[in-house]
T-cell receptor, first 111, second 113 residues
Framework: RKEVEQDPGPFNVPEGATVAFNCTYS??????FFWYRQDCRKEPKLLMS???SGNEDGRFTAQLNRASQYISLLIRDSKLSDSATYLC????????????FGRGTSLIVHP | NAGVTQTPKFQVLKTGQSMTLQCAQD?????MYWYRQDPGMGLRLIYY???????DKGEVPNGYNVSRLNKREFSLRLESAAPSQTSVYFC????????????FGNGTRLTVT
């Protein structure tokens, strides 16, 4: 089993839709989690850190479910500009907190 | 505010040639990383440096060497390039603690023929 797993998609949604992605992780000791956005194989950019209580930033909401070992990203009122690949990152708590990436989920928002 | 700077942006090598990818950060970060990204594979860690003076292997270290020259700079060297090393390479840095996110350079697109 991969350490960090994501559904590759693509998720194809109309503008204005709500879409949610999940990311599962295998190491129950993991403590920190992030969502990144990547456009057309440019560098990944931090979208949100994921806190244990969940957090919201405008149209984006991140949640952590420790019991089931997954994090989620919810995007409300999708925009064309949200089209991108969304990468889940889990910091491996062993040693020096190695960031481990999922393979990413592709989102396509169409008019 | 430069952040993480990688050079070169593009490079074409012939099999067997060598090259060094350069990376520098100006955020006073302790940890630096080299990843490669291939279609369908996500980002895979090649080497990392948790602090100045230390380096460790990641998931795919074979065929690469690294040098943490000082706190700012972390270079990646291909001694004898192979077509399997055709990829996009990203350098990243972070504060080094569990809750520090990664900051990425713009990437180097390498083709080995």
């Amino acid at each position: 089993r991969k350490e960090v797993e994501q559904d590759p998609g693509p998720f194809n949604v109309p503008e204005g839709a709500t879409v949610a992605f999940n990311c599962t992780y295998s190491n129950s000791a993991s403590q920190s989690f992030f969502w990144y956005r990547q456009d057309c194989r440019k560098e990944p950019k931090l979208l949100m850190s994921v806190y244990s209580s969940g957090n919201e930033d405008g149209r984006f909401t991140a949640q952590l479910n420790r019991a089931s070992q997954y994090i989620s990203l919810l995007i409300r009122d999708s925009k064309l500009s949200d089209s991108a690949t969304y990468l889940c990152v889990v910091n491996d708590p062993r040693g020096s907190y190695i960031p481990t990436f999922g393979r990413g989920t592709s989102l396509i928002v169409h008019p | 505010n430069a952040g993480v700077t990688q050079t070169p942006k593009f490079q074409v090598l012939k099999t067997g040639q060598s090259m060094t990818l350069q990376c520098a950060q100006d955020m006073n970060h302790n940890s630096m990383y080299w990843y490669r990204q291939d279609p369908g594979m996500g980002l895979r860690l090649i080497y990392y440096s948790a602090s100045e003076g230390t380096t460790d292997k990641g998931e795919v270290p074979n065929g690469y060497n690294v040098s943490r020259l000082n706190k700012r700079e972390f270079s990646l060297r291909l001694e004898s390039a192979a077509p399997s090393q055709t990829s996009v390479y990203f350098c990243a840095s972070s504060g080094g603690d569990s809750y520090s996110p990664l900051h990425f350079g713009n990437g180097t697109r390498l083709t080995v023929t």
